[in-house]
């Protein structure tokens, strides 16, 4: 069974740092685009970081010099260090990738960030 399982989330206080990781697992022959998305409550579901398999990455504006996606294409998995976080960050982040040319998502795990 192909699956995303992420890890890494929890509570940190503003200007913290956490880093997420998620690790793609099953029969798997392709990976293309992997992605982190966020989902605040009470609002849709936004993308924060995309990474294609040549490594290029795309950021929303509200996270870019402070998030930082990468991928290990040998291990099927894909990261986002969170730098100076604030609480405006604080949301479910999903893991998303495209494996063997279908849309997967993770179960998502909670990040909160509060003093």
């Known amino acids: 069974q192909v699956q995303l399982v992420e890890s890494g989330g929890g509570l940190v206080q503003p200007g913290g740092s956490l880093r997420l990781s998620c690790a793609a697992s099953?029969?798997?022959?392709?990976?293309?685009?992997m992605a982190w998305y966020r989902q605040a409550p009470g609002k849709q579901r936004e993308l924060v970081a995309v990474?294609?398999?040549?490594?290029?990455?795309k950021y929303a504006d509200s996270v870019k010099g402070r998030f930082t996606i990468s991928r290990d294409n040998a291990k099927n998995t894909v990261s986002l260090q969170m730098n100076s976080l604030k609480p405006e960050d604080t949301a479910v982040y999903y893991c998303?990738?495209?494996?063997?040319?279908?849309?997967?998502w993770g179960q998502g795990t909670q990040v909160t960030v509060s003093s």
């Open positions: 099953g029969r798997i022959f392709s990976i293309n685009t």
């Open positions: 990474i294609t398999t040549g490594s290029s990455t």
């Open positions: 998303n990738a495209d494996l063997n040319e279908y849309d997967y």
